[in-house]
């Protein structure tokens, strides 16, 4: 998984609950990415981040926050997790910026599952 | 809006059987065409970029090929460890998007 830990891999929560998924990555690479991935859907980017304090929005960003304090670690934050955010999340990494196409690569997923 | 559309959605083969995944899409300014395959419970793997028409790729059985509104994936004589979901996605600049995915399913 190119170097990329996600954790934790699985989450039970209920409604209402703030929730926090942890990306760590080992390759120093400035880009990294949270994706869900949902049946009938393919994967949606939620929000990336392009170095340390620097993120934006991706597709489907709403009820999502993150952060970025260290170039290895990028965190995603559900403040108030509701039923439609159970689903699988991705972080992916890449070296270059999104206008060189450079190849992202996925760490293992986190199952949540919101009650 | 941009689309990337995978065909068909599951596909059977026979051990030995080749056959084709098909990834179309609708962007303007097609900055690459990545080919990732995902096993169950992991995240996808990358297989191949491919960056302007008639580019070709291949690995083991793998080959990847890209026209100007189409990509393929042939595989062939797949083996039952070719089973796994394949997925495309299509750069424009932006972001990856991506397909559905083609479930294959290699029988002994």
């Known amino acids: 998984d190119a170097g990329i830990t996600q954790s934790p891999r699985h989450k039970v929560t209920e409604t209402g609950t703030p929730v926090t998924l942890r990306c760590h990555q080992t390759e120093n690479h400035r880009y990294m990415y949270w994706y869900r991935q949902d049946p009938g859907h393919g994967l949606r980017l939620i929000h990336y981040s392009y170095g340390v304090k620097d993120t934006d929005k991706g597709e489907v960003s709403d009820g999502y926050s993150v952060s970025r304090s260290k170039t290895e670690d990028f965190l995603l934050t559900l403040e108030s997790a509701t039923s439609s955010q159970t689903s699988v999340y991705f972080c992916a990494i890449s070296e270059f910026d999104s206008s060189s196409t450079d190849t992202q690569y996925f760490g293992p997923g986190t199952r949540l599952t919101v009650l | 809006e941009d689309q990337v559309t995978q065909s068909p959605e599951a596909l059977r083969l026979q051990e030995g059987e080749s056959s084709s995944l098909n990834c179309s899409y609708t962007l303007s300014g097609l900055r690459g065409l990545f080919w990732y395959r995902q096993d169950p419970g992991k995240g996808p793997e990358f297989l191949f970029t491919?960056?302007?028409a008639g580019e070709e790729k291949e690995k083991e059985r793998l080959k990847a090929t890209l026209t100007k509104k189409e990509s393929f994936l042939h595989i062939t004589a797949p083996k039952p460890e070719d089973s796994a979901t394949y997925l495309c996605a299509a750069h424009s600049g932006y972001a990856l998007n991506f397909g559905k995915g083609t479930s294959l399913l290699v029988t002994p």
């Open positions: 491919l960056y302007s």
